[in-house]
């Protein structure tokens, strides 16, 4: 079982900037594909961005690409995401989640492929 915690939500104002963070609680000799993903009130939760076991690869959702970019620590445990030219529909409740993989270099973008996740943190952006 993966633990995930989320940090960093908040409220800014529209263009502004926010750093989420999820740690992420593992064994030592696995590797885990971690993604972002978002849901808005009434809406589905969607795919926003995720990142390889190795960091080397990342995916991005259309509607954030160029303004949003996810990284890892060193110790692979925390995915860290940089929002830039935040949008009023950027509003949401960001989850992290986690996969684990046998491949370093891969990634998944369907929130069915995860099967640990994070309660989730408020973003909320005012225009």
């Known amino acids: 079982q993966v633990q995930l915690v989320e940090s960093g939500g908040g409220l800014v104002q529209a263009w502004g900037s926010l750093t989420l963070s999820c740690a992420a609680s593992?064994?030592?000799?696995?590797?885990?594909?971690m993604g972002w993903f978002r849901q808005a009130p009434g809406n589905e939760r969607e795919f926003v961005e995720v990142?390889?076991?190795?960091?080397?690869?990342?995916n991005y959702a259309d509607s954030v690409e160029g303004r949003f970019s996810v990284s890892r620590d060193s110790a692979q445990n925390t995915a860290i995401m940089l929002m830039n030219s935040l949008k009023p529909e950027d509003t949401a409740v960001y989850y992290c989640?986690?996969?684990?993989?046998?491949?370093?270099?891969?990634?998944?973008?369907?929130?069915?492929?995860?099967?640990?996740w994070g309660q989730g943190t408020q973003v909320t952006v005012s225009s």
């Open positions: 593992v064994r030592a000799s696995s590797m885990y594909v």
């Open positions: 990142i390889s076991w190795s960091g080397g690869r990342t």
């Open positions: 989640a986690a996969h684990q993989t046998a491949y370093s270099s891969h990634y998944y973008s369907t929130k069915t492929a995860y099967e640990n």
